[in-house]
């Protein structure tokens, strides 16, 4: 048993350099950036070292932490940020790994405070789902590494405002391989923002995407509260975990959104028709075509009447 527990710790070590290889090559972690851990026991997390560049770490480089963050073996000293890896672990117990770097388009996103649009790309649907971006705080104190908790029981993706991204999951690989979807997702949004046109599907077919989640063994919280009660192409899931005001999409905006605000009658929400108008019209024709003839037209109008009631009271 123990022989194998070393043989494990160190498979550990080699596949989180292997890992800190795979950020900085992608660009994901320029010069000393970035931190992965990963928990090995109950008290014991393997985490890489501050001041050393993820692409050229050595097993014996890394450092071992208990889960109050005091350093228990390594030649180097721990990075301050796991702070942030052990709050995630200690508030889900099934993560078993973290990582947080800084991949330069999705953390574009974090910077502009710009919801990730949903009912865009089905394979991000299915595989990351719900976004959230946590608020800023100075990296590394605790009160850093608190500014994500809100969130990390519904989602393993979350922007760090004018930061970065933390991603998580049960292994290494898994907890990586969400940093390069988010940022794929990002880079690809940014690429057809250039074009100038995006279309979006509907809440039916995010339901039909969600609900392929279970057959996949992955979770999704949205099922379980209902997806009938979810805005789930609007970004609703995190509105609770956010202070006041929490961020409003400017950039991409789901034509559904028009008539959400409209619905609800919030303060948020009725702001947002008049700053969507513009971007969300052109948008609203273009969409994938499920809507067909004299439907479009009258969903247009029904759109437009809203809108316009909608500035008509809102004048205050
Ligand atoms: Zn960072």
């Not at 850093?144 to 930061?163: R, S």
């Amino acid at each position: 048993m123990v022989g194998n527990g070393v043989m494990n710790e160190w498979k550990m070590r080699e596949l989180m350099c292997e890992i800190g290889r795979r950020i900085y090559n992608k660009g994901f972690a320029a010069a000393n950036d970035g931190n992965i851990s990963y928990r090995l026991g109950e008290d014991r997390v393997l985490c890489t070292p501050t001041r050393t560049s993820k692409g050229y770490m050595k097993p014996d480089d890394l450092c071992i932490v208990d889960m109050d963050g005091k350093q228990i073996s390594g030649k180097k000293k721990r990075s301050s940020e796991v702070l942030l890896h052990l709050t995630i672990m200690k508030t889900r117990s099934d993560v078993r790994s973290v990582v947080h770097c800084h991949p330069p388009h999705a953390t574009a996103f974090a910077v502009a405070r710009e919801p990730i649009p949903k009912c865009i790309l089905p394979e991000f649907e299915v595989f990351l789902g719900e976004v959230a971006i946590s608020p800023y705080e100075t990296p590394g104190g605790q009160a850093f590494a608190d500014t994500v908790i809100p969130f990390v029981k519904d989602t393993e993706t979350i922007l760090l405002a004018n930061h970065g991204t933390v991603t998580y999951g049960s292994d290494l690989e898994d907890a990586y391989f969400k940093t390069e979807i988010i940022d794929a997702y990002c880079r690809i949004l940014l690429l057809t923002k250039q074009l100038g046109r995006v279309n979006y599907y509907d809440d039916a077919k995010a339901a039909e995407l969600i609900k392929l989640k279970p057959n996949l063994g992955i979770p999704d919280p949205r099922l379980t509260r209902g997806l009938e009660n979810c805005d789930l192409c609007g970004n609703s899931l995190f509105r609770e975990g956010y202070g006041q005001p929490g961020p409003e999409p400017k950039v991409f905006i789901h034509p559904k959104l028009l008539q959400n605000g409209q619905a609800s009658g919030s303060g948020v929400a009725c702001e947002m028709p008049t700053k969507a108008a513009a971007p969300a019209a052109s948008a609203a024709p273009s969409s994938n075509g499920h809507a067909g003839g004299p439907d479009i037209d009258a969903l247009v109008k029904a759109i437009t009447d809203k809108v316009m009631s909608a500035l008509a009271g809102s004048g205050s």
